[in-house]
Structure formats: structure tokens, C-alpha cells
């Protein structure tokens, strides 16, 4: 079948588009315009892209996320290449379909992963980002908070969404023009609903979920919780009187603005006392990061995309 080569991109870079009109690589496009649709506004080139400001995930969000998906997302994700899954940057989401899992695989450049699965007749691919430039006006517009867009595109559905802070899209490709599911755009939305499984990467998961873990802990206890990075490798946090060191997976460091910063959540309402600070976590020899900060009183944590 076509789809299994002719949707590798592994060493392209590729850019989702906020209204779901097309994506942009260095090689062919992934989407195709559909000739009978009217004129997309010309493209601005890679490098202006990449020039953009990145959006911010909501790392609390993606967190509650994963605990309402419990191990879902990890069984559906027991066959993708787990080195690829750690090294992704933000929450990953699958659909609640094993057998559309099964013989998926992913592809990931650290803010932007893309998953492929075959299909009898077709294909789906799903990807996210936070990297996101204004396109021209879509061809569909859902009501709903997650800014859902559908296109129509020469061979498929295209569909995309916002959660966590992160552009999702979910694309359904048939072999066949009158392939039902292609016709109209009901299976790529039911594709979209069966979209909820969370997966995060190892480091990723490991800190995020770390540093919600003390923030909220400071009112759940009513006591003093802390976040404190010891070395380019480990960290300690303090909840409810108990310190626990971790040490973070291998070829991976932690670094911090200040540097060796400390959180302090105060209670009973788990406001931040301490210095606002920003955490950098990276694999060694690696330019990808993932940048979490914290913001406001409260202290919330999300991500900058880099």
C-alpha cells in the first residue's frame, strides 16, 4: 500500500497550519488542495515560519489529561517506537482504537510529532505542534473551545483542533474517490471524538507531572511543598513533609533561571512565595528542548515550545 513509504517524514521539517489548510515540508506537501475548493493564499516560506513565536502548552491540562486517560494511551501506544515517543515534547494523543494503533508509527522532531497508520483502502495520519502561523479562512468552521476546522482535501478529510495549548490535526486519505468515509467529513470528526488518549514522553511526563504533583500538593496537605533542582541531572521535591530525590532518564539534563532554582508553594491555596523560574529539560547533544515555566501567583506550569 502507498501509505507505508509514501508518508515517511522522518528529516523533513514540517509545519502544521492553525486552520488545517495544508502542510508545508521541505519535500511534497502532505495535503493536497482540493482543485474545486477556492485558492489558498500563498505560502510563506519555511524560514518565516520558523521565525514565529511558538505556542505554550498547558501543562496542567495535559496532566489532568493523562490521569482521566490512565493506561489507555500507554497500551495504545505499546507499539510505537518509544524512543521516538520520549524524546517528543508535547502530550501526544491517540485515538481510542487499537486496531487503528496497531500498526501505527510515529515520527518526532521534538515539538512536532506526525503518526501514520495504514487502513484497508486509505490511510490516517495525526501530528501536533506548537508551532502555529495564521492561514487562510477554512472551508468549515466548528463551533466548540477547541477551534475544530474541517477540510475537504483532493483525496480525504482534514481536521484540526487545539488542546493543551497544542495544534492537533487528524487527516483521513482514501484510495478510492467514493470511499464513504472520504465523501464527507463524519468519519474524520468521529476519528476527531475518539482522539482523548494522552501519551507523554518520558522526561516530559517525569517533570511535568513532578511539578503539578508539589503545586497542588501544597493544598491537598495544607503545608509547604517545594521544587528544587540539585544538579544537571536530579531534582527534589517536598510534599506533605516527605522529600523524595529524582533522578532524571538517562542522557537527559535540568537546568534552570535562576540557576538551582527552588519552588516554594505556600498553603492552604498553593500560592508561589518564591521566585517565578523557568526549567529547561534536553537530551544531551541534542538542540530540543522543552521549556516549562512558571506563571502567575499560583504558580502554574506550562511549556514554551522551542
Known amino acids: 500500500m502507498r501509505y507505508g513509504s509514501g508518508w515517511a517524514v522522518a528529516g523533513l521539517v514540517t509545519v502544521s497550519l492553525v486552520a488545517g489548510a495544508a502542510w508545508i515540508s521541505t519535500g511534497e506537501a502532505q495535503t493536497r488542495q482540493d482543485p474545486g475548493a477556492a485558492a489558498a493564499p500563498p505560502r510563506p516560506s519555511i524560514t518565516a515560519l520558523v521565525a514565529r513565536p511558538r505556542g505554550a502548552v498547558d501543562w496542567q491540562a495535559a496532566v489532568g489529561g493523562l490521569r482521566q486517560s490512565a493506561n489507555v494511551g500507554e497500551s495504545l501506544a505499546a507499539n510505537l517506537n518509544r524512543e521516538q ?7 501526544i494523543l491517540l485515538p ?15 515539538d512536532y510529532y506526525t503518526i501514520t497508520a495504514d487502513t484497508l483502502g486509505g490511510g490516517v495520519s495525526l501530528s501536533g ?3 502555529t502561523v495564521p492561514a487562510g479562512k477554512p472551508l468549515k468552521v466548528e463551533s466548540g473551545p477547541e ?3 474541517v477540510q475537504r482535501t483532493v483525496d480525504g478529510q482534514l481536521a484540526s483542533f487545539v488542546r493543551f495549548g497544542v495544534l492537533y490535526t487528524v487527516e483521513i486519505r482514501c484510495d478510492a474517490a467514493g470511499d464513504p468515509r472520504c465523501v464527507d467529513d463524519n468519519y474524520v470528526l468521529g476519528l476527531v471524538g475518539k482522539t482523548t488518549a494522552v501519551v507523554m514522553g518520558k522526561a516530559a511526563r517525569q517533570v511535568a507531572g513532578d511539578l503539578e504533583r508539589v503545586r ?3 493544598m491537598r496537605y495544607n503545608t509547604e511543598a517545594t521544587f528544587e ?3 544537571a541531572t ?5 510534599v506533605n513533609g516527605v522529600a523524595q530525590t529524582i533522578t532524571l532518564p538517562a542522557s537527559t539534563q535540568i537546568t534552570s533561571t535562576p540557576a538551582n532554582a527552588t519552588l516554594t508553594y505556600s498553603a ?10 523557568s526549567i529547561v529539560v534536553k537530551r544531551t547533544g541534542s538542540t530540543k528542548q522543552t521549556i516549562l515555566r512558571t506563571v502567575g501567583v499560583t504558580g502554574k506550569v506550562i511549556q514554551d515550545g522551542s
Open 85 to 91: 515517543v520520549d524524546k517528543t515534547a508535547v502530550p
Open 96 to 110: 481510542r482504537d487499537p486496531k487503528l494503533t496497531a500498526g501505527a508509527r510515529i515520527y518526532s522532531f521534538g
Open 129 to 131: 505542534t506548537t508551532t
Open 147 to 149: 477551534m475544530l476546522t
Open 216 to 218: 497542588s500538593g501544597a
Open 229 to 231: 533542582i540539585i544538579s
Open 234 to 238: 536530579s531534582y527534589r521535591m517536598t
Open 268 to 277: 492552604p491555596y498553593s500560592e508561589l512565595t518564591s521566585a517565578q523560574a
